[in-house]
Structures are given as C-alpha cells and as structure tokens.
C-alpha cells in the first residue's frame, strides 16, 4: 500500500467567518487541522486556545509549529493565518485605549510574528511548504475609522513582500503569499455595515453592496484561496483575489 501523504495545515480564526470556510474547503482528505482561535468548536480540527491579541499566546503557537512537525515527516505544511478584528472602529483619536491596543496586537504584530514562529519551525526541512497571510483592500486605500486595521495589513503585505525575497535564497524555502480576499458576507464584515458613516464614512458602500447582492460568499472565496496552493505564484506575491478568478 501506498501511505498516506501527512498534512500539517494551521488556520487562525477558524472557528468563524472565512476561517471556517477554509477549514470546511480543505483540499485534502487527509490533512491534520489546526484551529488556532479563543473559543475553537471548528469541526475536524485540532484546538490551539490562544487569544491571539495576548503576546503571552504567541509561544502556545510556536510550541504547537515545532511539536507537529517534528512528529513526523511531513510532505505538505500550510498556515493561513486570517484572525483579525476590525474593533474598535472610529477615529483613532476617540476609540478606547485598552480595544485599539488589543486591535494592534492582533492585525499587526501576532501575524509577524506567527508567521516568524512559522518559518522557523520548518528552516530546513524538505517538505513543500505554504504560508498565506489574508490582507484586506484596506492595505492600499486608507478607510476613516479604521486606522490600525488598515496600517497592519499594509504592514503584513510588506513583510510579505520581504520574506518572499528571503526565501527565495532558502532550499526548498517556504512559499510566501499575501491575498486580499475582497468583501465578504461575514460577521466582520456586517459589524462594519453597522458602524456609523460618522465613525466609518465607507461602511453606506458595504451596507449598499449587501443590498445588492455583492458581498462575495465565504465558502467560494475559501476555495480560490486554497487554489492558490497549485498555482505559479512566485513567492512573496500580494495578490487581490480577483486577480486570480
């Protein structure tokens, strides 16, 4: 008998929202899942309870990297990391200290450095290797009201960008992709509808594209996301989903 390929695959922010889209969309049949999230309940998965706007988390993660894959001899290793919140929404004048604070921690820094722990957990192992960072449109065009959402996820593309270059020079090295997803019929996405245009002056654009039927569908974005996996893409790519429907 041929044996079964392992697959290792993390997913932060699984248990809700496009992460439990990608978790419900895997690819593969045989494939170890990791919900990395607070609350975890994503079917099939395996749970890393972290709050991931908690730097005392971060080291549950990395930890969970080096245990799993230094388990085996994993042939395929993929993290895509989507957590992120869009709280507090306002001008970044007059939202609350402890939310923006918590906000900042999560989009920006636990996705460096994740996606840090994530590569050095597989430096020089043979294996084919993913790592999908989802970014927003946010990264390109500054919204009012969501000052740090949009700072960090240009933050995240950059990093990309420069890790990608990194990576280039390793052997096989990781496969290093930013993807803006678009707009979504998620939780995030209606808590953003529900904001005020004084608070967030685009949020009438997203409540006039859920009329109209715009808003994309979690499980379709999921399955281009996981495409992506098979397709030449060099790494250190920041893509818009639309660039590759």
């Known amino acids: 008998m041929i044996p079964l390929r392992r697959i290792l695959i993390w997913i932060s922010g699984a248990s809700a929202g496009l992460g439990a889209a990608l978790a419900a969309t895997i690819p593969f049949e045989n494939a170890e899942l990791v919900d990395i999230s607070r609350r975890g309940g994503t079917p099939g998965a395996q749970h890393v309870a972290a709050d991931l706007a908690d730097p005392e988390s971060w080291p549950l993660v990395d930890k969970d990297f080096r245990q799993r894959i230094e388990a085996g001899d994993p042939e395929l290793v993929v993290f895509i990391h989507n957590a992120g919140t869009l709280t507090p929404l306002g001008s970044a004048d007059r939202v609350d200290t402890q939310q923006y604070t918590r906000n900042v921690l999560l989009n920006s820094a636990a996705a460096l450095v994740l996606g840090h722990s994530f590569l050095s957990a597989l430096s020089g192992r043979n294996c084919e290797q993913h790592l999908i960072m989802v970014s927003s449109g946010a ?49 995030m996405q209606a808590e953003l509808r529900a904001s005020s245009p004084d608070e967030v002056p685009v949020s009438q654009r997203f409540r006039e594209m859920e009329a109209l039927g715009q808003l994309a569908k979690p499980e379709i974005v999921a399955r281009t996301i996981w495409s992506l996996l098979d397709r030449d893409l060099e790494t250190g790519a920041v893509l818009h989903i639309r660039d590759v429907t």
């Open 139 to 187: 990264a390109m065009r500054p919204h009012e009201g969501e000052a740090s959402y949009c700072a960090a996820k240009a933050g995240i593309d950059q990093w990309v960008r420069t890790v990608g270059l990194e990576q280039r020079h390793r052997s096989p090295g990781c496969r290093v992709i930013s993807v803006s997803p678009g707009s979504i019929d998620t939780d």
